[in-house]
Antibody
Framework: QVHLVQSGAEVKKPGASVKVSCTASGYDVTRYYLHWVRQAPGHGLEWMAIINLNEGMSSYAQKFQDRVTLTRDTSTSTVFMELTSLRSEDTAVYYC?????????WGQGTLVTVSS | DIQLTQSPSFLSASVGDRVTITCRASQGISSYLAWYQEELGKAPKLLIYGASTLQSGVPSRFSGSGSGTEFTLTINNLQAEDFAIYYCQQVNNYPYTFGQGTKLEIK
C-alpha cells in the first residue's frame, strides 16, 4: 500500500532554514508528482509547490518562489522541501501529498516551529 | 493566481440534515476542482475530484457538481463523523490554490 512518511518535528530560529523529507513507498514514485501543502495554526490549507519525481522539475507558488526548494533522491524515493529565511509566520504543519493533480495520499505532516 | 471563495465559512447543522457548500473561482477552471475534508490533527482527505467524481471509499452521501467558476459540495443525511472542515482546491493552474475552508459544526 501507498505510504508517505515525513521527517520529524523541527524547531528553528528566525532566519534559519529547515529541510523536511518525505519518503514514498508502495508505488512507482516516478509516475507521480509530490505536492507540498502547509497549514499554519488556525489557518487554512496553503499549496506551496510540486515536483515531478521523474524529471525533477518543480513549480512553486510565487509567495514561496525565493525561499523554497524541492529536491529528490530517486534511489530512496525521497523528496526534500527546504524553506529558508524562516519567520514566525512559517510556523505550520507541512504536508507532502501524492499527485497528479489530485492528492489522495498524504504524509502524516511535519510541524515546523519558528521561534526565538 | 486563481482565488477560490467558499460560502459559507461556518455552517451549523444537525445529524440527518442536508448541507451545501459553494466554491466560486475568480476565473474559469473547467472541472479541475477537488473537495477535501479535514479533521482536527489529521491530514486532509480527498472526497471529490474532477468537480463531481467521488473518490473511492467515500460515502455516496457526498456529491459534487459544477464547472467553470461555480461549484458545490452537497452532503446528504449528515452523520456525526461529517462534522469537520471542508476545502475546495483548483488544479487548473499553478499555484493550486485552496478555498478558505468551511467549518461544519453540530447544531
Amino acid at each position: 500500500q501507498v505510504h508517505l512518511v515525513q521527517s520529524g518535528a523541527e524547531v528553528k530560529k528566525p532566519g534559519a532554514s529547515v529541510k523536511v523529507s518525505c519518503t514514498a513507498s508502495g508505488y512507482d514514485v516516478t509516475r507521480y508528482y509530490l505536492h507540498w501543502v502547509r497549514q499554519a495554526p488556525g489557518h487554512g490549507l496553503e499549496w506551496m509547490a510540486i515536483i515531478n519525481l521523474n524529471e525533477g522539475m518543480s513549480s512553486y507558488a510565487q509567495k514561496f518562489q525565493d525561499r523554497v526548494t524541492l529536491t529528490r533522491d530517486t534511489s530512496t524515493s525521497t523528496v526534500f522541501m527546504e524553506l529558508t529565511s524562516l519567520r514566525s509566520e512559517d510556523t505550520a504543519v507541512y504536508y507532502c501529498a501524492r499527485g497528479g493533480k489530485y492528492s489522495n495520499y498524504w504524509g502524516q505532516g511535519t510541524l515546523v516551529t519558528v521561534s526565538s | 493566481d486563481i482565488q477560490l471563495t467558499q460560502s459559507p465559512s461556518f455552517l451549523s447543522a444537525s445529524v440527518g440534515d442536508r448541507v451545501t457548500i459553494t466554491c466560486r473561482a475568480s476565473q474559469g477552471i473547467s472541472s479541475y476542482l477537488a473537495w477535501y475534508q479535514e479533521e482536527l490533527g489529521k491530514a486532509p482527505k480527498l472526497l471529490i475530484y474532477g468537480a463531481s467524481t467521488l473518490q473511492s471509499g467515500v460515502p455516496s452521501r457526498f456529491s459534487g457538481s459544477g464547472s467553470g467558476t461555480e461549484f458545490t459540495l452537497t452532503i446528504n443525511n449528515l452523520q456525526a463523523e461529517d462534522f469537520a472542515i471542508y476545502y475546495c482546491q483548483q488544479v487548473n493552474n499553478y499555484p493550486y490554490t485552496f478555498g478558505q475552508g468551511t467549518k461544519l459544526e453540530i447544531k
